[in-house]
């Protein structure tokens, strides 16, 4: 399953750790905030845990995730310079070619 | 159709420009540079147009545009204090009950 993970979060490290996580477990920055790609249903359920419990200013720590769909993925519009392709999000194409 | 925007914009007033459109266009603020709600498809491409028009620094000005299914949006994990609910993000439920 391919997931959108966005969050406000104020305090830099914390930020800063789940930043690192979501790329730990193969997500995609694609944008300052946002991160797409596939996550296997255990560590889904992991990383929610996780979530839960390092995010515990509700009023401070905002956080969604969400299921996209491979397809709605590769349609989607960009403007502006990226580093990725929609296909890598999907877990389709895991090269970068520059 | 419901969409997903989030964007990374430099400028300040560009930025703003685009969450006023964003709203303008009835779309909601679900973090801060991201945004979901429904869009008719003549609005959709007018937006497209728009965006494309401002938005002329590729490596400043990054933005996405993506559909979303409606069941993905109902069934999101929400962690925090927001001030919406999923229903309303696809268009389902208009009124906010606090």
Redesign the interface.
Known sequence: MVY?V???IEEDRKRKRVADRLLADGLIR?????FIGPLKSHLHEKL?TW??QL?D?????????????AE??E????????EWEPEMLSGKQHTLFL
Chains 1, 2 share one sequence.
């Not at 694609?30 to 946002?34: D, F, L, T």
């Not at 349609?75 to 990226?82: A, D, F, S, T």
């Open positions: 959108l966005s969050y406000d694609v944008q300052y905030s946002v929610l979530l839960s995010l200013k509700p009023e401070k720590d905002r956080l969604i995730i969400m299921n996209m769909r709605d993925i349609k989607m519009h960009i403007l502006g310079e990226v």
